[in-house]
């Protein structure tokens, strides 16, 4: 089943966009040329993961060294900071344990379809 979310050039101008799933929030989101579709309730405490920001994270690195990745591809919730992996939805901090649900999401003659599996969703 597939869900309209609106223009491609929409999108980007807004960089975001809330569609409802069955009663849930799913975020749509355009970064760069990139587009991703995620849960838009952090599992932390439900905040609303649009409000937040799309950034680069400090990641693995020696002993007292501080090193930026992932560029443009961390979702931070605006609550306390949660930060999730855009295309696997996982924690960045606990990718094991904790992530959100992500969907396929397309863009097919300037405009941006949610590609959704048949049947209800459940956990989106």
Excluded: K
């Excluded at 050039?9 to 799933?21: A, F």
């Excluded at 994270?57 to 002993?63: D, F, K």
């Excluded at 306390?80 to 992530?99: I, N």
């Amino acid at each position: 089943m597939d869900r309209w979310v609106g223009t491609l050039e929409d999108l980007r101008r807004e960089g975001c966009r809330v569609v409802d799933v069955d009663g849930r929030p799913v975020v749509v989101l355009s970064v760069g040329d990139e587009l991703f579709a995620v849960s838009n309730r952090c599992p932390h405490m439900g905040a609303p993961l649009s409000a937040g920001t799309v950034g680069g994270t400090l990641v693995a690195s020696a002993p007292q060294q501080f090193v930026y990745g992932g560029h443009e591809r961390v979702l931070r919730c605006p609550w306390h900071g949660w930060e999730f992996d855009l295309a696997s939805g996982r924690s960045v901090f606990e990718p094991r344990r904790v992530g959100l649900r992500v969907f396929s999401v397309t863009s097919e003659d300037g405009q941006v379809v949610l590609h959704l599996p048949d049947g209800p969703q459940e956990g989106a």
